[in-house]
């Protein structure tokens, strides 16, 4: 028996096998690097729209840029998701990058809510509070509704926080809009939903919103 | 991580495993390999060989087996052929009366009683020192017998297997397992260098006819006589060679009924043959045959059964997903983004590894092809190969596991 040539064999198929992993590692990590580099260009967009916020009184207000950051969080939150569900491995820097989009996600919430009110603009803010599949199955069907509805609503602007995160911003905004842990929870204009609300039951409060306000061509984002 | 995950890795890393060590044997003893194409060869003498020929209703091929072995090159009156008509009932035993006369030729019809009776028949009225066996549906190189009888030069050497070609496919199913036996040649000559061979194949196999007066005749060795042959003589510490040059043609099967029927039998064959000698399982005195060849066999079963499952768990899993969606919001496209973005494309390490895993296939399948071929040939059969075996291998094989659980017995047809 020829033992040195089974070690061998198993030292190089330890090697390739290492190797695929490692390749595997490396282009998930610049997947993340990707998303982080996302992240600061609309860190510094959204700075620059608080500064434009600062100078309203010195611009009109179809001066001021609103509805570019929604589309480009949007396709953030998809790859947010996206690796949360592929590159599993590196779930602490997941994590983090969760985190300060949900800051990016809470500043553009302000800021569009002062700037509808200051401007006029007719908007409705929908919170959307979920959690992974196994504690909170209804999230993926409430994901999927407000999806749909903002493709159908324009006006709808969504933001998504995952319940559980670790972040005391997202604690604050639970805490304040008080939203029960009976998940997925929803905060329309302020106003609180808890439990699965389906497409035609948003639909009438987002009817109901809408009414009284001018529909504007504001663009939206979701998280599933 | 999930289970599945961790069993999908260890199976991947035992399948590389395998690959790897068949690929360091190639690396190493590549100038062992022989390549005679169009090398005229001499033996020193020309030892008198009888090749059975069992059939069981061949009428239509039978005559073209009989002709190629006529046709050999090597001295005819060291050439005897035995045909034995094991109880056919089409006009088989009228076309062997035709060869009547001809002095290298007698012929026997017996009542039907398998394979293995009219091997044993054949081996009973041998008088020759070498032996062989030529299904009925299958014809010889003509310079196949000479490429073969020079491994007999190693004393040691008490049977070798020639390389199987399959003969003009004509469709997908024969075209993919002409791949497939390129890939055998490759992959015999790697276990054969590793004394590892389990299996001396009816097309065209020689044994040393003192084999059988040693360790017993045929048996009927659940359907597979010619792979329980092999299993006998590594247990006993026979020497089995591959002849990598030595090519005999055989017809494969034309339909995926036809196939799944074959492999049935074939693996039903493997699995009981390994039951019974298991007892060569990681045993140091049977080499890498009880190290190597065996585990690989088993794991290669586990493997393609593990990965049919895992694979309709995570079809599965999509369908739920994708029903949820639509009975939610309605079919909807995904969006284009989502399409042409590359941080899309998949790189999971389950993803890459696989592709690892293919591409050690891929190069082994190439490597035979260039052993039967002369030069390695990648064409789109290759593809089919992947797609039609990943869908029905796991059906045969698990039926072969079935059967063996349910002690329920394969049929030849």
Known sequence: MDWKKYLIVFILTAGVFGSALYVSNTLNGKKLTELKSIEDKLSIDILSSEVQYSLLEELSCNQVTTSVLSDELSSLADKITYSEENLGANSDQISQLKQSYSLLEIKDYLLMKKISERCNKKSVFVLYFYSNEDACPDCVKQGYILTDLRQAYPELRVYSFDYNLNLSAVKAMISIYKVPSDLPGLVINGQVYSGLQTREQIESVLKLKLQTKTPTATKTKVQQ | MPIQEIVFYGLSFLSIYVQIFLLITFIERRKEIKYRTGQHIDLKEYPSVTVVVPCWNEEKTIGGTIESLLALDYPSDKVNIIL????????????????????QI??????????????????????TPFIGCLDADSFVDHQALKRIMTYFDDTEVMAVSPAIIVTKPKNVVQRIQKIEYHWGIYTKKMLGLNGAIHVAPGPFSIIRTSVFAKIGNFKKAHNTEDMEIAYRMQANHMKI??????????????TVKKLYKQRLRWIYGFIQNTIDYRRLLFKKEYGNFGYFTLPSGVLSVVSVVFIFFFTIYNIGHFIVQQTIKISTVGVSLPTATHIFDPFYI?????????????????????IGSRMAEGKPKFSFSFIWFF???SVIAPFWLMKAVYNTVFAKKTAWR
Request: overall charge negative.
């Open chain 2, 84 to 103: 034995v008509d094991d109880g056919s009932t089409d006009n088989t035993w009228n076309v062997m009366q035709g060869y009547i006369g001809n002095p």
């Open chain 2, 106 to 127: 007698t012929a026997y019809q017996k009542e039907n009683g398998g394979k293995h009776t009219a091997m044993n028949l054949g081996i009973s009225k041998t008088t």
């Open chain 2, 387 to 389: 797609i039609i075996y």
């Open chain 2, 241 to 254: 060679e591959h002849a990598n040059d030595a090519f005999v043609y055989t017809v494969t099967p034309n």
């Open chain 2, 346 to 366: 998949n790189t999971k390490a389950i993803t890459i590894v696989t592709l690892v895993l293919y591409g050690t296939v891929i190069l082994a399948m190439l």
